[in-house]
Structure formats: structure tokens, C-alpha cells
């Protein structure tokens, strides 16, 4: 973490959550995208953010919002090692 942060600085779960779920539903189920371009919009410090976006991200993974992709595969609510993507999970209407 940067010097002149303090984890109280630091954007809290419900806001990581709800940037994750926003950028996802932007793109929309046919588009995945980097938790770091979520982490990114708080400015230079992003890189201490990663660990609490993969946090968050798996927390919605589990609960079947999102899902971890690899190189143009799902692997649903695993996650892979490595780099991976996420992508919304489409809601099916009866």
C-alpha cells in the first residue's frame, strides 16, 4: 500500500462489490473483462486493491452472479491460477 494510504482510505466491500457487478452488467453477459479495470478506477494505488477486488469477485462468483474465465473458456464459480477474466452470468426468464 502506498504511504499516504490508510486502510481506511481504502474502498470498502460493498463498493469493490458493487463496481464489479456494475462493469459486468455494462458489458453484459457476452463480454468479460480484468478485475483490475475495476481496481483501476480508484487511481494509482490499484494494485494494492487486487487482493480485495479477487476477494469480492469470488464472493459473487459463489454466489452465481459472475464467473472466472480463461482464455475463452468458463470454469463457472472455480478459479483458475493465473490471469483470468470475469463475465456476467445471464439471468434465464421463464
Given amino acids: ?37 475495476v481496481a483501476m478506477t480508484f487511481g494509482s494505488y490499484w494494485r494494492d486493491l487486487m487482493p480485495r477486488v479477487h476477494q469480492v469477485a469470488e464472493q459473487l462468483c459463489s454466489e452465481g452472479l459472475l464467473e472466472y474465465n480463461k482464455g475463452g473458456v468458463s470454469h463457472g ?18
Fill in 77 to 94: 464459480q472455480n478459479r483458475p491460477s493465473g490471469a483470468y477474466r470475469l463475465r456476467l452470468i445471464p439471468v434465464i426468464e421463464d
Fill in 1 to 37: 500500500m502506498m504511504l499516504d494510504q490508510t486502510d481506511e482510505d481504502l474502498p470498502t466491500y460493498a463498493i469493490l462489490r458493487q463496481r464489479l457487478v456494475s462493469l459486468a452488467t455494462e458489458r453484459g453477459a457476452e463480454s468479460t473483462f480484468c478485475p483490475s479495470e
